[in-house]
């Protein structure tokens, strides 16, 4: 491990470990989510215990349907962040949640074939003949 790594990876601990102390588990920032209403296992969840399951999967844990189903709706828009009265960062928890649930396999590993075919399509828009030929 690169000492890079291995200050990513300390980090990663201590802000865990920052956020499983500093959250209250109101659910204030699942209620300001604005894709709840688009999710159906999270339009009637209880909030808090949302919340409760996306700590569980930061620690290695499965939660349940609905927080992952929150995990894996996030767009980032981080309304939540300005709901936390706890400043937790919630925007954060939930990637650090994401980063968990890809390594524990709760959620499916990206297929980056899959993204690098959908890179190739939008460059193909904006390249001429001779640099898709050159550089695609
Ligand atoms: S992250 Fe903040 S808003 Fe969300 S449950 Fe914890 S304390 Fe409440």
């Known amino acids: 491990m690169t000492a890079r790594h291995a200050d990513l990876a300390a980090l990663r601990e201590s802000e865990t470990a920052r956020m499983l102390a500093a959250c ?3 659910g204030a920032c699942v209620e300001a989510c ?10 009637d969840a ?39 009265p706890e400043a937790v960062n919630p ?5 650090l ?7 524990t396999g709760l959620l499916p590993q990206r297929d980056t ?3 690098m075919s959908r890179v190739k399509v939008f460059a193909r828009l904006g ?3 001779d640099e898709q030929r050159d550089w695609l």
Do not use: H, K
Request: proline share 6%; net charge neutral.
């Open 113 to 115: 074939s899959i993204v």
């Open 46 to 84: 209880d909030r808090p215990a949302v919340v409760r399951g996306v700590l569980e999967v930061l620690t290695g844990g499965e939660g349940d349907a609905a927080s992952r189903a929150w995990i894996a709706s996030c767009t980032r828009t981080g309304s939540c962040n300005a709901a936390c």
């Open 34 to 43: 604005p894709m709840v209403p688009y999710v159906p296992a999270l339009q």
């Open 24 to 26: 209250s588990q109101c």
């Open 97 to 103: 949640a994401t980063w968990r649930a890809s390594e």
């Open 127 to 129: 390249f001429t003949e």
């Open 91 to 95: 925007q954060l928890m939930i990637r």
